[in-house]
């Protein structure tokens, strides 16, 4: 019997040695994706933008975040910006089902901070952001619909390139420096010479961009820049998808 819990041990505290070596990312697990973009990395600045899809996928990481490392999730709750209105509460319920998590508690890990002017997002970000990862201990932010209050026309052009230029300036630095993993969407708008340049200024400061593109027949992600990934295009399955996906 002591040579048996001797023969144990050293299994037990390998098996725990490579738990806390595991690395902090966090995968995707889709299949035709993953050989192309297989995971966030602990500083990514990242921008989704393209088809209404999108916001499957955003909701999508706000339930994988949540599962262990070994898994490879981040084992973290998410701050999630909601510049845009468009966070569903309904549409974390089948992908918390898919990970065997309990979707309650799934919602209760997920922190929303409304933001729904420009001011109000410049605010949650440049004023308020450092301390909002601290109070949850998050190793993950999601900010929606980005640019969306920017292209108020109240607000001067000169004036909102200016701002959204310094915010996502501080976004990059402060992804860094924090070592989280911080995703934007940019939503679909018109196409306003405004627009524009507010998207020509966040493909520019992100480092990882993904294009969602959407036909009458298929769903495609495209990986359009990223430090060390090579760009490409993959099928992206939306099986979860309703038609208020496109309202």
């Keep these: 019997m002591m040579t048996q819990n001797l023969l144990i041990k050293p299994t037990t505290t390998l098996s725990s040695v490579s738990q806390q070596q595991q690395p902090t990312r966090l995968t995707l697990n889709i299949p035709t994706v993953d050989q192309l973009f297989p995971c966030f990395k602990p500083g990514d600045f990242a921008v989704l933008y393209g088809s209404p899809s999108l916001i499957t996928f955003a909701t999508r990481i706000c339930v994988r975040a949540q599962i262990p490392k070994q898994l490879g999730g981040l084992s973290s709750n998410i701050v999630f910006i909601d510049g845009g209105n468009t966070f569903k509460l309904y549409k974390t319920t089948p992908s918390a089902h898919q990970h065997e998590l309990n979707p309650q ?24 952001l450092e301390e909002t990862i601290k109070r949850y201990n998050t190793k993950i932010v999601i900010i929606s619909d980005i640019a969306g209050s920017f ?8 004036e909102a390139q200016k701002v959204y230029s310094q915010v996502l300036n501080y976004l990059s630095s402060f992804a860094k420096k924090h070592q989280i993993i911080l995703i934007t969407t ?17 493909l520019t400061k992100t480092n990882i961009v993904l294009t969602f593109n959407k036909t009458i027949y298929t769903s495609e992600i495209e990986l359009e820049k990223h430090p060390t990934y090579m760009p490409g295009i993959a099928d992206y399955p939306t099986e979860n998808t309703t038609l208020t996906d496109y309202l």
């Excluded at 292209?151 to 000169?158: F, K, V």
């Excluded at 940019?186 to 020509?200: A, F, G, Q, V």
Aim: aromatic residues 4%; proline residues 4%; charged residues 30%.
């Design 186 to 202: 940019y939503m679909p708008h018109i196409n306003t010479e405004r627009n524009r340049k507010l998207k020509e200024i966040t």
């Design 105 to 128: 508690k799934v919602l209760e890990n997920i922190h929303v901070l409304q933001a729904l002017t420009a001011y109000q997002l410049t605010s949650q970000i440049m004023e308020k």
């Design 151 to 158: 292209l108020d026309e109240d607000i001067p052009e000169e």
